[in-house]
Each structure stands twice: as structure tokens, then as C-alpha cells.
């Protein structure tokens, strides 16, 4: 079982240590988290998240893995920032377009959706923000961008979206995720798009990790994986 996403970082709903995660996942049995940066780390303060997730990362290399996060506002320096921090050993792109100050299909993603294509990462995409970041943004995107895997964080349920399922099945290229969703919701999701394209995440600190451990394991489905 791998978590695809663990809020790592300042942020107003708790903070994760990496020794602490560490512990939780083996209460768990849950072999790797991927750490997601979040609040200031996301917005603005890019680099230092990048840098933080790096260090943890080294401490427990065979556990954790991290979503590097850049502000597509910064252009360039976004860009460069995402090709450093993928050098440095983080394995993937997390966009959170409501707490970044832009809309899915805004033009300032292109430059940093590019530099995530050339190195072949997937790119998670916290959604269910209205205007922000709805499904089927996310279904337009991947459209536009048929070589990139993304990965519906939430899948869409925050706002408890109606569109969700022909969002996922209107294209190949997006992942859903278990978070905040119950077990006939997965098994809907599942049966439209395959279990294969379900992945599972807690997003603890915000969720409670056996709580949604629980709803998967009700859904009964086998579920897909980004890493190994």
C-alpha cells in the first residue's frame, strides 16, 4: 500500500513530522507516503517546501517519496525551481490552483506542465474548488496534455462534484484518488474507469489515515499505483 498524498508542512491544519509519519504508516501497514507540500510551501515559499520534502525524503529514503510544488505565477523561475527540485529527487508535480491564485486552464500552467512532461512525472492536482479547480478543468487539461499522467487529488469530492465520473472517463490520462470518498462511491468510480486508475491517499494530517484505509478496503477493489 503506498498513501499518494500526506500534507507535509506549514499549514493551518497541522503540521506532519516526517519521524511521526513514519510511525503512523507502520501502525498502518502502509509500506510509502508521498509528501505533498502545503500552505506558504505551495503559494510561495516554494523552493524552501521543495527543499524540506528533499531532507525527509533523504532521511527515509525506502518510505517516503515528495511531490515537488512550484507557483506557475513565477514563470521561469517556476520552471527552474521544478527541474532542481526533480534532480534533487522528488518524483512528481502537485498543483494546488485555489491557494496558487489561478484557474486549471489558465496559460501560466504551460511552461511548468511542459518541464513536468520533458521529465516524465505525473502531476497532482488538489480539486473540487469551484472555478478553480473542477473535474472537468482537469478533463480539459488532460486533453491538452495527453502525455502527462494527473492525478484527481480528492477526486473532485470536496464539493461534492456531480460531474466526477465522466470528468475520469472522458480521458485516459487521469487518476483518481480515494480521499473523502466513501466505499460505493469507489466502486463507482472503479467500474466507470477501471480500479486500476483509482489510487489510494489519507491525506493526513487533515484526514484520519485508518478512517480512509477503512473506506478502501470496503470498496473491495484492487488499487492502482503511480510508484513502486
Known sequence: MI??????????????????????LDAHAVQRAVLGPVGRWVAVDNREG??????????????????????????TRAVDELRRALDAGLCGL?????????????PQLVPVLGAAADRGVPVYVVTGVPIAAEPLQLTELARRWPGLTFV????????????????????????AETAYNGPSDLRRIADAI????VVFAGDVPANDLGLELDRAARAGIALGSLFT
Open 3 to 24: 498513501d499518494h498524498h500526506v500534507r507535509f508542512g506549514p499549514d493551518d491544519m497541522g503540521a506532519t513530522d516526517a519521524d511521526e509519519l513514519i510511525r503512523l
Open 50 to 75: 521543495n527543499e524540506a520534502l528533499s531532507a525527509a525524503i533523504r532521511r527515509h529514503p525506502d518510505r517516503l517519496l515528495g511531490y515537488a510544488c512550484v507557483n506557475p505565477w513565477y514563470g
Open 94 to 106: 502537485k498543483l494546488e490552483p485555489a491557494r496558487q491564485g489561478l484557474r486549471l486552464l489558465d
Open 152 to 175: 484527481m487529488g480528492r477526486s473532485g469530492r470536496t464539493d461534492f462534484s456531480t460531474d466526477l465520473v465522466p470528468a475520469l472517463a472522458a480521458v485516459p490520462n487521469i487518476v
Open 194 to 197: 477501471g480500479a486500476h486508475r
